[in-house]
């Protein structure tokens, strides 16, 4: 089940898109990702979510922040209230605009500091999600500088959220400046990575990559080790365990089918790489997480 890229809507005039999505039926299982942060707050809404390789429960007023490129969905199971809506109140913004604001703001500490953990997904403690509300709320009635401000307003109070929860285990690891600075690195990367996230089901080889970035297979596994912070092997095992919760949580297909489909020919290789990284069988983990 591979994430389909979203395009988001085009806001030339302001620094955020917001979305504000209202669903009689409920939230549909649509794992995608994007390369803006995403702030989703769920109301009268409870069921599943999924971000990165983690899923886990959610309620009615549910707040997460999700990273640049972390593949993610909402999965509804039921309403707090029947007659009323699933609502989710969503806030995009580009990386680009948080980095620039955060480089030339000291103050913005904090919210750099959150933003760095966001790359794996945030969850904020429910105090947090209920005190952020009526700001989130009040940033949907509002246009221009009004907005603005209102937004760093909002992430300077999530900053101060001890009780905030990273989700993802494995996720996309932002560029350093020196990778920025070299065009050439960076399309090798992209190269890479696009490979491994179209093909990840099918036999990865290294020689293949480095043939693929025009580099020698050190010399490609060092690149990638270098601006992501993982080997090839362990990125690939993380994004194939990470597929393999979707399948487990949101189908009732035998395991070895899930298997097959995120690319393990050995449901023994699979039962002892899902174990290392979910410390628990897949068995148990389809049990523990699918009510």
């Known amino acids: 089940m591979k994430p389909y890229l979203e395009v988001l809507p085009n806001a030339d005039d302001a620094s955020m898109v917001l979305l504000n999505r209202r669903l009689e ?8 990702h994007h390369p803006a942060y995403e702030l989703t707050l769920t109301l ?14 959610y309620d009615d007023i549910d707040l997460v922040l999700v990273g640049p490129d972390l593949p993610h969905t909402w999965h509804s199971t039921g309403k707090v209230q029947q007659d009323q809506d699933h609502v989710a109140l969503v806030i995009w913004f580009q990386p680009q605009w948080a980095a620039a604001l955060c480089q030339l703001v000291v103050e913005f500490a904090r919210i750099t500091s959150l933003l ?25 009635g509002q246009q221009g500088e009004a907005r603005l401000l209102t937004l760093l307003q909002l992430l300077s109070q999530l900053a101060a959220d001890s009780q905030r929860q990273p989700l993802a285990r494995h996720y996309p690891q932002p560029q350093s400046e020196q990778a920025l600075s070299r065009p050439l690195q960076q399309g090798r990367l992209q190269k890479v990575l696009a490979h491994l996230h179209q093909h990840y089901q099918q036999p990865v080889s290294i020689a293949g990559l480095a043939e693929l970035a025009a580099l020698s297979e050190s010399g490609v596994q060092r690149l990638f080790r270098r601006h992501t912070g993982m080997t090839l092997s362990d990125y690939l095992i993380g994004l194939r365990i990470g597929e393999a919760c979707a399948l487990l949580a949101a189908t009732d297909k035998p395991i070895a089918w899930v298997a097959d489909q995120v690319g393990y020919r050995s449901l023994a290789n699979f039962n002892r790489q899902f174990r290392t990284l979910k410390a628990m069988t897949p068995r148990a983990f389809r049990q523990h997480y699918v009510r």
Do not use: K, T
């Open 116 to 140: 760095a953990q966001a790359r794996a997904g945030v969850a904020f403690s429910h105090a947090a999600a209920c005190e952020a509300r009526p700001v989130i709320e009040q940033l949907f």
């Open 44 to 57: 009268n809404s409870r069921g599943q979510r999924y971000i990165g390789d983690h899923i886990g429960q």
């Open 25 to 32: 039926e409920g939230i549909p299982f649509q794992w995608h």
